[in-house]
């Protein structure tokens, strides 16, 4: 995990000047709100749409964007094979971890299927720093993740099996989105893209068929467009000037922000009210997470 890719020079001189000057918390913020603001308007679609047509609309809209706005196709001619390499393993685990997510979606309140996201994170923050206090942390996400699994263990097991899949497929996004940004936050942007559309096209054998019932409905294609906007373009580049800023693990950490988020939007936007069992998982994840501290210093390339 530390060994990092050649450097690739790509245009973006000026957004790497901008956001040198945000401070790394700030895209976070960004992220975690938009992290589940679209997938929040996504499930809103169901009705309409089958799950993974709306899966593939989003992760091909977000493909679409990077293609006008970076041109990722120059990304992936100057890569080395090493980085070529890294942007199929990341678009492979984008594809697999957009349709998991949308799968446990269906199943699962939005809330619950973020606080089960985060325990991956948390865990990786954790093996970054060995200490009791970050002992008792990860005791406290997991004593959380388990409240919510046994909510909603009889009723959806299968909607758990994919809410823990997905955690899992979070877990090597965060690990190979930080290899990704090890050049610098505008260059990760630009193999971002390239990345992005290389799930497009992996995703496309099992979405692309269901997509295609709303290619007539200008509506539900701007509907889907944003959802991609919203879910894969602005959370997943707000991550990379993030990620090319600070550690693994303490990056990990400052995700803090996803399960309160994911509960919010599915008050907000879906009316998905936490029951008492539910809503204390979800506490407890949050506070395992403000009990957690990064070691002054300590690196996670």
Same mark, same amino acid.
């Given at each position: 995990?530390?060994?990092?890719?050649?450097?690739?020079?790509?245009?973006?001189?000026?957004?790497?000047?901008?956001?040198?000057?945000?401070?790394?918390?700030?895209?976070?913020?960004?992220?975690?709100?938009?992290?589940?603001?679209?997938?929040?308007?996504?499930?809103?679609?169901?009705?309409?749409?089958?799950?993974?047509?709306?899966?593939w609309?989003?992760?091909?809209?977000?493909?679409?964007?990077?293609?006008?706005?970076?041109r990722?196709?120059?990304?992936?001619?100057?890569?080395?094979?090493?980085?070529r390499?890294?942007?199929?393993?990341?678009?492979?685990?984008?594809?697999?971890?957009?349709?998991?997510?949308?799968?446990?979606?269906?199943?699962?309140?939005?809330g619950?299927?973020?606080?089960?996201?985060?325990?991956?994170?948390?865990? &990786? *923050?954790? %093996?970054? /720093?060995?200490?009791?206090?970050? +002992?008792?942390? #990860?005791? !406290?996400?997991? $004593?959380?993740? @388990? =409240?919510?699994t046994?909510?909603?263990?009889?009723?959806?097991?299968?909607?758990?099996?994919?809410?823990?899949?997905?955690?899992?497929?979070?877990?090597?996004?965060?690990?190979?989105?930080?290899?990704?940004?090890?050049?610098?936050?505008?260059?990760?942007v630009?193999?971002?893209?390239?990345?992005?559309?290389?799930a497009?096209?992996?995703?496309?054998?099992?979405g692309?068929?269901?997509?295609?019932?709303v290619?007539?409905?200008?509506?539900?294609?701007?509907?889907?467009?944003?959802?991609?906007?919203?879910?894969?373009?602005?959370?997943?580049?707000?991550?990379? &000037? *993030?990620? %090319?800023? /600070?550690?693994?693990?303490?990056? +990990?950490?400052? #995700?803090? !922000?996803?399960p $309160?988020?994911? @509960? =919010?939007?599915?008050?907000?936007?879906?009316?998905?009210?936490?029951?008492?069992?539910?809503?204390?998982?979800?506490?407890?994840?949050?506070?395992?997470?403000?009990?957690?501290?990064?070691?002054?210093?300590?690196?996670?390339?």
């Amino acid at each position: 995990m530390t060994d990092s890719p050649p450097s690739l020079r790509t245009s973006g001189g000026r957004l790497a000047s901008a956001a040198e000057r945000v401070p790394p918390p700030a895209f976070l913020v960004s992220s975690a709100v938009f992290h589940y603001l679209g997938p929040a308007c996504a499930v809103l679609l169901f009705a309409r749409l089958d799950v993974l047509g709306v899966a593939w609309l989003r992760i091909a809209s977000a493909a679409l964007v990077f293609a006008v706005w970076r041109r990722p196709w120059r990304d992936w001619r100057a890569a080395t094979p090493y980085q070529r390499r890294l942007l199929v393993a990341l678009g492979a685990v984008l594809a697999t971890m957009n349709c998991t997510f949308y799968l446990a979606l269906e199943r699962l309140p939005l809330g619950t299927v973020g606080a089960v996201e985060f325990l991956g994170p948390v865990v &990786l *923050a954790a %093996a970054g /720093v060995r200490t009791r206090r970050n +002992a008792a942390a #990860l005791a !406290l996400v997991l $004593a959380g993740v @388990a =409240l919510l699994t046994d909510v909603h263990l009889v009723a959806e097991p299968l909607g758990l099996a994919l809410a823990f899949g997905n955690c899992a497929l979070f877990v090597l996004y965060v690990v190979l989105g930080h290899r990704l940004a090890a050049d610098g936050g505008a260059s990760g942007v630009g193999r971002l893209g390239a990345a992005m559309l290389v799930a497009a096209v992996v995703a496309a054998p099992v979405g692309i068929a269901d997509a295609a019932a709303v290619a007539t409905s200008p509506v539900l294609l701007a509907a889907a467009f944003g959802v991609g906007v919203c879910s894969s373009v602005i959370p997943y580049v707000c991550d990379q &000037l *993030a990620m %090319a800023r /600070v550690p693994r693990a303490t990056f +990990a950490l400052m #995700l803090s !922000l996803l399960p $309160a988020t994911a @509960a =919010l939007m599915g008050v907000v936007v879906l009316g998905q009210i936490p029951g008492p069992a539910e809503a204390a998982g979800s506490a407890l994840v949050v506070a395992g997470v403000a009990v957690h501290r990064e070691r002054h210093g300590a690196a996670g390339a």
